[in-house]
């Protein structure tokens, strides 16, 4: 596989995780809003983190929700993402 197509599928996949991330923190998320009368916009530092409130609600909540959500998932997508487009910036350079 040539680097051009090593990043492309690095930056395909890292979109996709970052995709499924945000979908399994809504799936989480939405829910415990709901029965709190309070706005999703509210968690969406919890997309990135499990700090604080994040941590402290997921707990007692997968109980109730399934599997709590981790941030991790967004953090490998985005380190996978940027790992394809650096290499597809150097691109370049190297064939110079």
Do not use: K
């Not at 499924?20 to 029965?35: I, K, N, Q, R, S």
């Not at 990135?48 to 109730?64: E, L």
């Amino acid at each position: 596989m040539g680097l051009n197509r090593l990043s492309a599928v690095l930056m395909v996949a890292g979109l996709a995780l970052a995709l499924v991330a945000a979908m399994w923190w809504g799936h989480f998320y939405e829910p415990l809003a709901h029965d709190r009368n309070v706005s999703l916009t509210q968690a969406v530092r919890c997309l990135y983190t499990n700090h604080d409130t994040c941590g402290f609600v997921a707990g007692p909540a997968s109980a109730d929700t399934g599997l709590p959500y981790e941030p991790v998932l967004l953090w490998i997508g985005g380190i996978t993402f940027a790992a394809g487009l650096v290499i597809r910036l150097a691109l370049p350079a190297l064939h110079r």
